[in-house]
């Protein structure tokens, strides 16, 4: 009805909504150990821990083939679902090699494509590339110099043949030290690289799936601007694999969650980025 699609996550990798921790919790509870006898407890346990593989496909399975109470289609048939993504923002943190994401990305991936062919399919990536990275010529473009040890890479990552659209992210505000002009520049850069790298490595669309930008209200309307021109044709630089954007997010102003830390030799304390209503 009305055009509406819904978009829909299975896991969030962040502790405070459970995510990938809390399976790894549950397989530590169960008496899972580690290839070499250790404890279960660190997030990266996740992508490696067998209880939480099983539990995680069994979750799958089950919300594929929910249905849907009100008009009795089974989510795996259901038209108002656009896409599934399997995970957002998935970290392997240390994995130098990256095998450990990729593998795990195969094999869910091909896992939930066999129960659901339907529906277009991804993970939540941020964007990165990695040391090893199958693209090495753009391993410069990330913004921080941590973002090659996060475990995963554009372009590998994508390649996987039971993926049906590529993911990035942009956190200006959160990976910069630098001017809002130059916020800007990296943005556009960022957006164009990842359609390039997606016309000439893989041939697939590349939705913007999160991005957002703090205040003043002047410089975060002309980032929403430029960002909407750069990620959606025709006005994309590579409108080919432009497949759109999302901004996080939109709440009431009642709601407003802080983060406090060290950025740039700084103390700072802001709100997530949000379009209130």
């Given at each position: 009805?009305?055009?509406?699609?819904?978009?829909?996550?299975?896991?969030?990798?962040?502790?405070?909504?459970?995510?990938?921790?809390?399976?790894?919790?549950?397989?530590?509870?169960?008496g899972e150990q580690?290839?070499?006898?250790?404890?279960?407890?660190?997030?990266?346990?996740?992508?490696?821990?067998?209880?939480?593989?099983?539990?995680?496909?069994?979750?799958?399975?089950?919300?594929?083939?929910?249905?849907?109470?009100?008009?009795?289609?089974?989510?795996?048939?259901?038209?108002?679902?656009?896409?599934?993504?399997?995970?957002?923002?998935?970290?392997?943190?240390?994995?130098?090699?990256?095998?450990?994401?990729?593998?795990w990305i195969e094999?869910?991936?091909?896992?939930?494509?066999?129960?659901?062919?339907?529906?277009?399919?991804?993970?939540?990536?941020?964007?990165?590339?990695?040391?090893?990275?199958?693209?090495?010529?753009?391993?410069?473009?990330?913004?921080?110099?941590?973002?090659?040890?996060?475990?995963?890479?554009?372009?590998?990552?994508?390649?996987?043949?039971?993926?049906?659209?590529?993911?990035?992210?942009?956190?200006?505000?959160?990976?910069?030290?630098?001017?809002?002009?130059?916020?800007?520049?990296?943005?556009?850069?960022?957006?164009?690289?990842?359609?390039?790298?997606?016309?000439?490595?893989?041939?697939?669309?590349?939705?913007?799936?999160?991005?957002?930008?703090?205040?003043?209200?002047?410089?975060?309307?002309?980032?929403?601007?430029?960002?909407?021109?750069?990620?959606?044709?025709?006005?994309?630089?590579?409108?080919?694999?432009?497949?759109?954007?999302?901004?996080?997010?939109?709440?009431?102003?009642?709601?407003?969650?802080?983060?406090?830390?060290?950025?740039?030799?700084?103390?700072?304390?802001?709100?997530?980025?949000?379009?209130?209503?």
């Amino acid at each position: 009805m009305n055009g509406v699609r819904i978009y829909i996550f299975d896991l969030p990798p962040h502790s405070f909504a459970g995510g990938a921790m809390a399976y790894v919790k549950w397989a530590h509870a169960a008496g899972e150990q580690g290839p070499n006898g250790e404890q279960l407890r660190r997030r990266e346990d996740f992508f490696t821990s067998n209880m939480c593989r099983t539990w995680f496909k069994q979750f799958v399975s089950m919300m594929l083939s929910r249905t849907n109470t009100v008009t009795q289609t089974s989510y795996r048939d259901d038209a108002s679902i656009f896409a599934w993504e399997l995970i957002n923002e998935p970290r392997v943190m240390g994995d130098g090699s990256g095998d450990t994401l990729q593998e795990w990305i195969e094999d869910m991936s091909a896992f939930a494509k066999g129960l659901d062919e339907k529906h277009l399919l991804t993970v939540g990536s941020e964007g990165f590339y990695g040391s090893w990275s199958a693209d090495s010529q753009r391993k410069d473009e990330n913004p921080v110099n941590w973002a090659e040890t996060m475990g995963g890479d554009f372009t590998r990552n994508f390649q996987t043949r039971s993926l049906d659209l590529a993911c990035i992210h942009i956190w200006v505000d959160l990976w910069l030290c630098c001017d809002e002009v130059c916020k800007l520049k990296f943005a556009e850069r960022w957006i164009a690289g990842h359609l390039e790298a997606s016309r000439d490595g893989f041939d697939k669309p590349v939705l913007l799936e999160e991005f957002g930008k703090w205040k003043p209200l002047d410089f975060r309307d002309a980032f929403f601007r430029k960002t909407f021109q750069v990620s959606l044709p025709p006005n994309s630089p590579v409108s080919s694999h432009a497949g759109g954007s999302l901004f996080w997010h939109m709440t009431r102003p009642s709601i407003r969650t802080t983060r406090t830390g060290s950025r740039c030799r700084r103390k700072w304390k802001a709100r997530w980025p949000a379009l209130y209503l």
